[in-house]
């Protein structure tokens, strides 16, 4: 659907950038890998300092095993523009390159620059997440007794208790049990 509606919007105007970018990320989603690099590296050599280009590079780059390049494209993504989505994909792609001590560093740039109170605990929640899909359970652990402590609304209390149920089925799987 986007792929078609990007596809419109770029046959009246070819130079669109945002509508590469929904382009690229459509093909990212279809796993047209080759077709995303593409399409997102046009709109970045034109517009260097695009942030959802960036990000959406840095997942292509994920995606498709560059993960120190999608780690330093996410680095220049949260320095240009810290916000929510700058924040997730620098910690997804820290996770990624497997080194706890980049994802520890973006976790901190993530609390200090996401366009969110620090205390807020959404960063942190986000961290846990990813880290449980990066099976870094012991670390997910952590986290929740620091969220424990945190003072939250009753959307991050849900959100909370959605980790905690993923934690449980993440390390059931890993123990070979089915009993959640």
Known sequence: MAKEASG????????NHPALTTRAAACADLAEFPEATHLIESVISEAP???????VLSRVFQETGRNQEAYETATRAIELNPNKYTAHRLMSAAAALGDHQAFDSAH???RARADTDPRDPWVTILAAEILIEHDRLE???ILIHELER???????????????????EAWSRRQGGLDL
């Open 49 to 55: 300092d695009d942030t959802h280009a960036l990000n």
């Open 139 to 141: 670390e997910v652990e």
């Open 108 to 110: 901190s740039i993530a």
């Open 8 to 15: 419109r919007a770029l046959h009246l105007d070819p130079g």
């Open 150 to 168: 945190t003072t939250m609304d009753s959307n991050s209390r849900k959100r909370l208790q959605r980790v905690k149920r993923s934690l449980r």
